[in-house]
């Protein structure tokens, strides 16, 4: 057990060391680039505490943005994962500091230089993400072996354990058990691993394995249920000398949802008018193509169960739906206009929902607003559905940014309820951010497989 603990303790030590790395080559890359580039540019430069000041600035943006983007998660996601979100991050930065550049120099016949300079920062930063992380990377798959892991299996037969052989960098199912066994059997299989997979246990059972491995220093992994992450969420209260916890179950307070209404607002009206050319190209395109209507309107449920219009810019033929019925739209289906497979594809066809924005029926952040069917259905075979309703719906959310299109409707709904419990408005920008890395993948979608596995005693 000692050298299991030192063996860790090294891996947490490798981590922290290779992601500060990662920022010092970047950060030196701005620096080396600010003297003999930007600063030289000004008919004044900048001397010692004015370039400290700036450096100072960039390093905070820089760490605040790859924090938020999980761009420093050494071996904890995937190396291409990892590199996309340090190159979305130096992207984002590097346009902050051109703006921040030309506002420092105040000088618009510099344009072209800085824009020259700004993209070749760009560039040095992409390349040195990408070696630095790989290599990295590397030297942490051959240091540190995939955890050995022993899968306990409850009454339910899901699919956890091919999500976790979708990670063998990390995890690798060596040996598996029923919870129904022995239990003196059990515990003495745990003892083997490195770790153990609990899949969909009974309540009762759970806790003793949990505190078993507590007690043993073996490392456990398991799915929440709905109540679990409902506690999640509770504060702390010191009244005596007991602990107590308090779920309030509110939502968010009046503060908090007095920042997000404003934050919804400013950014909308910001992006109406950032996106208003393409929107209007979009609009044209449709038009010219079958003479229909540009945009596709359809009831969605928001807060409190409120039904409101959700726009879209349409992307099928009319009257795809002429039965009333909800139809999925497929690969290569039929109805879906030429027009219609880029917008979807580049994710346009969603840029209308600005407005339902500003009107106030959703928020940038939050459950994706479902069908009043889909609401019905889902609610039927998972009453904790409803849960959802608690905020606004929202244009990306959680099960929108990790979900998958086979991701269960179970699943996301724990993703909403994990949302709803643990807001913050940090948390939201967050979600944004992340949004930009996974919202060209095919398989983010907003649609649920039903899926009710877990018991939640």
């Known amino acids: ?12 030590l490798y981590k922290r060391l290779s992601a500060l790395l990662i920022f010092a080559a970047l950060l030196g890359i701005f620096n080396e680039m600010w003297f003999t580039r930007f600063n030289t540019l000004r008919g004044e430069q ?45 992207i984002i930065v590097d346009i902050m500091m051109w703006a921040q550049v030309i506002l420092i120099i105040g000088d618009i016949w510099h344009m072209k230089q ?83 997979l609990l899949n969909d246990l009974p309540t009762k059972s759970r806790n003793r394995i949990l505190k078993y491995c507590f007690e043993k220093r073996v490392r456990v992994y398991f799915t929440p249920k709905l109540s ?9 209260v010191d009244l005596f000398d007991s602990p107590l916890y308090l779920c309030k179950n509110f939502g968010m307070s009046f503060e908090e ?23 209007l190209l979009i609009a044209l395109a449709i038009k010219v193509y079958d003479r229909g209507p540009v945009f596709f309107k359809q009831d969605r449920v928001t807060r409190d169960d409120r039904v409101f219009k959700m726009i879209k810019f349409r992307s099928m033929i009319e009257n795809a739906e002429e039965d ?13 206009t030429p027009v219609g497979r880029f917008i979807r594809s580049t994710r346009l066809d969603e840029l209308p929902q600005l407005f339902n924005i500003l009107k106030g029926d959703m928020s940038f952040v939050g459950p994706r ?52 419990v643990n807001y913050s408005f940090v948390l939201d920008i967050r979600i944004v951010m992340t949004t930009l890395k996974v919202i060209f993948k095919k398989e983010s979608t907003e649609g649920f497989l039903t899926d009710v596995s877990e018991d939640d005693e």
Do not use: W
Not at 65 to 82: A, E, F, R
């Open 369 to 420: 607003p479902e069908r009043i069917e889909h609401v019905e259905k889902y609610t039927a075979e998972i009453p904790e559905f409803s849960y959802r309703t608690k905020v606004k719906g929202g244009l990306t959310g959680l099960a929108q940014v990790y979900g998958k299109y086979n991701t269960t409707a179970y699943d996301k709904l724990k993703m909403d309820l994990t949302y709803i």
């Open 228 to 236: 679990d992450i409902l506690v999640k969420g509770a504060d702390k």
């Open 46 to 90: 900048f001397l010692g505490k004015g370039n400290l000041l700036v450096i100072a600035v960039y390093s905070a943006i820089l760490f605040l943005v790859l924090y938020v983007m999980g761009g420093l998660k050494i071996g904890v996601n995937k190396t291409l994962n990892l590199v996309l979100s340090q190159i979305v991050s130096v």
């Open 114 to 196: 800085i824009a020259e300079a700004i993209g070749l920062l760009m560039l040095y930063d992409i390349l040195v993400c990408t070696v630095m992380t790989a290599l990295l990377m590397a030297v942490y798959y051959r240091l540190f072996p995939p955890y050995h892991m022993l899968l306990i299996n409850g009454e339910h037969n899901n699919r956890l354990a091919g999500k976790i052989e979708t990670r063998s960098d990390k995890y690798r199912i060596v040996g598996e058990i029923s919870v129904f066994e022995d239990e003196e059997k059990v515990f003495e299989e745990i003892l083997k691993y490195d770790a153990v």
């Open 1 to 12: 057990m000692g050298s299991n603990r030192k063996k860790e303790g090294f891996k947490s």
């Open 324 to 336: 009333g019925k909800s139809h999925p739209a497929v690969d290569d289906d039929e109805r879906i």
């Open 257 to 279: 949802r007095l920042i997000k209404r404003a934050a919804d607002v400013f950014f909308s009206v910001l992006f109406i008018i950032l996106t208003g050319p393409i929107m």
